[in-house]
């Protein structure tokens, strides 16, 4: 018993697991059975095709993306060539005949101008119970031939979508073309006013037939004007190339379309080729996009664009507002001239009285290759401002290196300056020890003995005289020092007053003369008697005073001579001091002004004399050297600027 309670308990819960799914089947069908209703879209063509496919892509994806939920349902007419044209109606029929009672659309989209010619035609339209959208599709049409009507021959009248009754009250809304057949005759006749002739170019479809019952009515306007018809319905491709041969002059051609001649043979644009070969002086226009760019100068015709996503937000639109006022929308027209094939045919385009949409247009070499232009600027600057940086880096990098070398050269200067301070440092330790040291041991020396006893009267004078010496010659020799000191640091200033130079040398050379006892012979050269100049008198002297006890010191019962005269090609007076002594080598002659150059090592004195005149010279603004053509001895020459009186 209790075996037989569990396998009762398992089979009901068994049952209400499979009844599980029956109600949300239910439920889900609630829920779709609110939005069952279609949205039908018939194609007059395969929907495979390029511009069938891209509507329906685009209508979809703008439908869905502003909210729409209605399911899409997709027709198809496979309509070709006219010649198929009665059965379009019955077609129609059964396509609507599927979609009545519950399925009957929301609304229903006219993909072609077959499908909207079928749609019109209908005897038992569902047109009041279901808005209608069209869409590529021109205003004008023609109501589809029954099967009594010879299609080779029919002349049917053209359909105004706005004027017809019957048309304007089965389309709610969409987008139409319309062809402006006066704006083209217009265009014709102003690039050809003598024209004639317009021979239409139509083919075997349902466009080619309604775009030529547009032209015949309209061409009724035109009176003046021949209208012969190209009919693709009663010619193949070949027997309008012997129709295009024959056109008589003044003839202009007016392109519609071509697809397909009289045996269904489709011939896109080989067909026109041939066409434009068989009469390539003759003019042609297209009213629409065939032809255009080869063919046809250019012509009025529609501004084709995609009309998928517009059609989207109308029929979105439809759905959220049933009753809501709507109305077909006419693409208008534009005028496109082809500038390639108007300068091979000669037609000016300049200056045209209306707007003109120019293709094929020749561009400018700018406008030509504009991406490489810039492109290849682009570049330019771009190497341009590579080439500053490189050239700014190069005159950095040069500048740190001339600045490296400055540095370098003043640190060699630096360093051979402190080379020669510490090289002059000894020499001057070493010449000032024993240039000091030998007067002050006379000077201790005979000092001592004179203060000893038993020192004789006479050997006291003497004693007192060498002293004396002794004494002079150290103080000359701080003398030197403090001068030659004073005069590297700019630290003496000349005070130059008006003196006669001539008086100034005859004093220091009797000065020298009394001073030191010589057995030279001192002599005054000078074809002056007396000449006035602004120079300071002591520094003049002690140069001219240096000079001769260097002559002394050098010169054994010689003949020493101060000269003067005036340079006036040179504008500057020269002194000179010439000695008959032991001269100066021509290798040592540069370096006598040096500091404590001397030519003797073992000759009394410092070796700053020379340095000493050599400096005061050059603060006067004037030059001191030794006249290296003199070979009887040494003639030293210094010059003082005339400009100084």
């Known amino acids: 018993m209790k075996f037989s309670c569990r396998y009762l308990c398992i089979f009901l819960l068994l049952l209400c697991a499979a009844a599980l799914p029956f109600k949300l089947v239910a439920a889900v069908t609630a829920v779709t059975d609110d939005n069952k209703q279609p949205i039908l879209i018939i194609c007059s063509y395969n929907p495979a095709a390029q511009q069938t496919s891209t509507f329906i892509s685009d209508f979809m994806d703008e439908y869905k993306t502003l909210g729409g939920r209605s399911n899409i349902e997709i027709e198809n007419m496979n309509c070709k060539s006219f010649s198929e044209s009665p059965r379009w109606k019955g077609d129609m029929t059964r396509i609507l005949a599927k979609y009545r009672g519950e399925k009957l659309p929301k609304m229903i989209v006219l993909l072609g101008q077959e499908a909207w010619a079928a749609y019109i035609s209908q005897d038992d339209s569902i047109a009041p119970q279901v808005p209608a959208i069209c869409s590529l599709a021109s205003r004008n049409a023609v109501i589809l031939p029954t099967d009594t009507v010879s299609l080779k021959d029919w002349m049917p009248e053209p359909l105004d979508l706005f004027t017809d009754s019957l048309a304007n009250e089965r389309v709610r809304s969409g987008y139409v073309y319309e062809y402006d057949i006066p704006a083209n005759i217009q265009l014709i006749k102003h690039f050809y006013p003598h024209t004639q002739h317009i021979a239409f170019l139509s083919d075997n479809t349902y466009g080619g037939v309604s775009m030529q019952a547009l032209v015949r009515k309209e061409m009724e306007k035109f009176p003046e004007l021949d209208l012969i018809l190209m009919d693709g319905r009663s010619n193949t491709v070949y027997t309008l190339t012997d129709e295009f041969r024959k056109l008589p002059e003044n003839t202009v051609i007016l392109v519609g379309t071509w697809r397909v001649d009289m045996n269904d043979g489709y011939f896109m644009r080989n067909a026109t080729y041939t066409m434009m070969d068989a009469c390539p002086t003759v003019p042609a226009f297209s009213m629409s996009t065939i032809a255009l760019g080869y063919w046809a100068i250019g012509g009025v015709m529609p501004a084709y664009r995609d009309l998928g996503r517009g059609v989207g937000r109308e029929a979105f639109y439809l759905e959220r507002n049933p009753g809501a006022d709507s109305q077909v929308v006419i693409i208008g027209s534009e005028t496109v001239m082809d500038s390639q094939r108007a300068k091979e045919m000669g037609v000016n385009l300049k200056d045209l009285p209306f707007n003109v949409n120019i293709i094929n247009e020749e561009l400018s070499f700018y406008e030509q290759y504009t991406y490489q232009i810039w492109t290849i600027g682009g570049v330019v600057i771009l190497l341009v401002l590579i ?259």
């Open 387 to 645: 080439l500053c940086v490189v050239f700014y880096f190069y005159l950095r990098t040069k500048h740190l290196k001339d600045e490296l070398i400055s540095s370098e050269a003043k640190l060699r200067v630096a360093k051979d300056r402190a080379e020669e301070s510490n090289r002059l440092k000894s020499a001057f330790l070493a010449n000032m020890s024993h240039e000091i040291r030998t007067p002050l041991n006379a000077i201790v020396g005979f000092s001592d003995v004179l203060v000893a006893e038993g020192c004789e009267e006479a050997d006291k004078h003497n004693y007192a005289e060498i002293i004396k010496l002794n004494s002079d010659l150290l103080l000359r020799l701080i003398n030197d020092i403090l001068d030659i000191s004073r005069l590297e640091s700019d630290r003496i200033v000349l005070a130059p007053t008006k003196c006669d130079v001539v008086q100034l040398c005859k004093q220091a050379l009797t000065s020298i003369e009394f001073s030191r006892k010589t057995n030279n012979k001192l002599v005054f050269y000078s074809t002056l008697n007396s000449y006035e100049m602004r120079v300071d008198p002591q520094r003049m002297q002690q140069v001219i005073s240096n000079l001769l006890y260097n002559a002394i010191k050098f010169t054994q019962d010689g003949v020493i001579t101060l000269s003067f005269e005036i340079d006036e090609e040179r504008n500057r007076a020269l002194i000179a001091i010439t000695d008959t002594g032991c001269g100066i080598p021509k290798e040592k002659q540069k370096r006598v002004f040096e500091r404590f150059e001397k030519l003797n090592e073992y000759a009394q004195g410092t070796g700053l004399g020379l340095s000493i005149c050599k400096l005061t010279v050059e603060k006067w603004g004037g030059e001191i050297w030794i006249d290296s053509e003199y070979t009887k001895g040494a003639r030293f020459v210094f010059s003082i600027p005339l400009q100084a009186q």
